[in-house]
């Protein structure tokens, strides 16, 4: 089993819908939850980060915790074309500074 | 500020030829990362280095890979002997001392293609 599962998708929404994008993660040690978004033949883009349980919100980008269920997620309101991109979900623990990624949901907005 | 700051972007060798990739990190970053991105999977950690010391490289091959960042100039990767399975997008991230469980910024990457 993977430390950290996504669903590779793809996603097709229409311009304007809410976009939920998850993650589930089996190890209980980790604390602090990352989202990057990728385009193409491109690097990951730190969009968000939160440490521990709770909701962060950065704009249209909400990010979400629980961590009783071992659960992320990642809002995206109000979707633009130019949100079209893959995006990771991370993860890390207290002790070290190694991150766990997803493999990425690929998202399509569509004008 | 600049960016993560990586080169060559694109690299083609031939088998058991060496790669060296190579990574300049924000300025005032004194952490930096090695990732490889292989199709159709996600960033695995390779190596987490700091200036003169590697500090974890659990996720490097046992051979082959070599990776330091000297006192000065940039953070090296290096692969000698390369084969086919090597070929990846290789990126590398930093990050500063006193957030870095939580923000690490990647660069462009290298991608890597061994003929």
Redesign the interface.
């Known amino acids: 089993q993977k430390e950290?599962e996504?669903d590779?998708g793809p996603l097709s929404v229409p311009e304007g819908a809410i976009v939920s994008l998850n993650c589930t993660y089996s190890n209980s040690a980790f604390?602090?939850f990352?989202w990057?978004r990728q385009y193409s033949?491109?690097?990951?883009?730190?969009l968000m980060?939160t440490?521990s349980s709770g909701n962060k919100e950065d704009g249209r980008f909400t990010a979400q915790v629980d961590k009783s269920s071992k659960y992320i997620s990642l809002f995206i309101r109000d979707s633009q074309p130019s949100d079209s991109a893959t995006y990771?979900c991370?993860m890390?623990?207290?002790t070290?500074?190694?991150?766990?990624?997803?493999?990425?949901t690929s998202l399509t907005v569509i004008p | 500020n600049a960016g993560v700051m990586q080169n060559p972007r694109h690299l083609v060798r031939r088998r058991g030829q060496e790669a060296r990739l190579r990574c300049s990190p924000m300025k005032g970053h004194s952490h930096v990362y090695w990732y490889r991105q292989l199709p159709e999977e996600g960033l695995k950690f390779m190596v987490y280095l700091q200036k003169e010391n590697i500090i974890d490289e659990s996720g490097m091959p046992k051979e082959r890979f070599s990776a330091e960042f000297p006192k000065e100039g940039p953070s090296i990767l290096r692969i000698q002997q390369v084969v086919r399975g090597d070929s990846a997008a290789y990126f590398c991230a930093s990050s500063p001392p006193n957030l870095a469980r939580e923000t690490q910024y990647f660069g462009p990457g290298t991608r890597l293609l061994v003929l």
């Open positions: 950290v996504q590779p604390q602090y990352m990057y033949r491109k690097g990951p883009e730190l980060y440490y990771l991370a890390s623990q207290n070290g500074n190694q991150f766990y990624f997803g493999t990425g």
